[in-house]
Nanobody, 110 residues
Framework: VQLVESGGGSAQAGGSLRLSCATSKYALTSACLGWFRQALGKQREGVATLDSDGTTVYADSVKGQFAISKDKAKDTVYLQINSLSPEDTAVYYC??????WGQGTQVTVS
């Protein structure tokens, strides 16, 4: 299973970013998908998951700020991040079934 993240970069506090995770149709529909992040010097943490039945779960720290979704036509999972703050600076990883990981995309907020 291949997961390829994109959409990271540098952003201003208060702004928004949308991260993308390109994968296969099988991966998109067969298991839970999610996003984790890891800030420098900190443990990796899960921020959002999207189950195959459409159920979403968010970490308390990002509720109301992050939104996970998928586009079946594009075989892509998204993570919309609004109201960015420096605390959101991290490498963001796309995950499938908590076992397949992408390479990560850096988000830096200043």
């Amino acid at each position: 299973v291949q997961l390829v993240e994109s959409g990271g970069g540098s952003a201003q506090a208060g702004g928004s970013l949308r991260l993308s995770c390109a994968t296969s149709k099988y991966a998109l529909t067969s298991a839970c998908l999610g996003w984790f992040r890891q800030a420098l010097g900190k443990q990796r943490e899960g921020v959002a998951t999207l189950d195959s039945d459409g159920t979403t779960v968010y970490a308390d720290s990002v509720k109301g700020q992050f939104a996970i979704s998928k586009d079946k036509a594009k075989d892509t999972v998204y993570l919309q991040i609004n109201s960015l703050s420096p605390e959101d600076t991290a490498v963001y990883y796309c995950v499938r079934a908590f076992e397949n990981w992408g390479q990560g995309t850096q988000v830096t907020v200043s």
